[in-house]
């Protein structure tokens, strides 16, 4: 595994090869990121991870401060992966230049964690398009926790006629149900129950809101979710995961998505 700083050594050594399988991080690695590098493997080209936490994503110092940080460990876990190519590019290396393309930020970037994070998808976008421009990928793998960042790197993709192909990867999820994230780490041993206890009962709510739509009621579902011990929920939407169109009323091509705090920790999930 090569280790690269900066992306004009980056570059010398990619643009050799005839395409490059990205995966895209932040680093606090963990079987989520396992399962996409495992799945990039099947189509033989060469592989580069990046680990970069995006300052420009965060919408509060604090979060991006908290945020896990483990490169050493990550190193070595990656180097036992096999992949080829390890970028953890600088600030500067990042940010230090004009990107050729304008990022497309679709409106559907104001829902969800848009809503909530105000700049965090304009912040996501950015940094993509530049990873993109300097990595140029054949294979870019995404999780599908993260189906709204999915959608609007589609979208942006689409609209900007960029040449490389989403892959979408499905959600990796700890024996207690909760979605594998780099935030998890932040939680202590009842947090983590009260996150599992949560997961539970909306992957149950799912399953009767299918047969009986009548029971999609989000302040009921939101006032749950606080007595379980969620400290307070951002929000509780019902999408269909192909259109992004919102669900009005039985519809069996749906998840739930949502997030909530546990003390100071968010989760985002969808099911
Ligand atoms: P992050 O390091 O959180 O920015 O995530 C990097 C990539 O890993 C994104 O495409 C995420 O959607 C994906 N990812 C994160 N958690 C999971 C998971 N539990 N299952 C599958 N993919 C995931």
Known sequence: ???????????????????????????????????????????KLKILVSIFINPKQFNKKSDFKSYPRNTKKDIKLLKKLKINYLYIPTYKDIYGFKP?????????????????????????????????????????????????????????????????????????????GIACS??????????????????????????????NYSLFKQNKIKNDLITLGAKKVDYIENYDVKSFKKIRGPNKKFNLFFAYYIKDTRLIDNI
């Open 182 to 211: 780099s935030r998890n780490l932040n939680l202590n041993k009842s947090q983590t129950k009260i996150a599992s206890n949560i997961f539970y009962y909306l992957y149950d709510l799912k399953k009767r809101i299918k047969k």
């Open 1 to 43: 595994m090569k280790i690269f700083k900066d992306k004009q050594t980056l570059q010398e050594e990619i643009l050799k090869n005839k395409g490059i399988s990205f995966i895209p991080t932040m680093g606090g690695l963990h079987k989520g990121h396992i399962s996409l590098i495992k799945r990039s493997k099947k189509l």
């Open 100 to 176: 050729k393309k304008k990022v497309f930020l679709d409106k559907f970037s104001k829902k969800l964690c848009g809503k909530f994070r105000k700049g965090h998808f304009a912040g996501v976008l950015n940094v993509v398009n530049r990873f993109v421009e300097i990595i140029n990928p054949k294979y870019i793998f995404l999780g599908k926790k993260d189906y709204q960042q999915i959608y609007l790197i589609r979208r942006h993709i689409e609209k900007r006629k960029i040449s490389s192909k989403i892959i979408e990867c499905k959600t990796i999820r700890e024996k207690n």
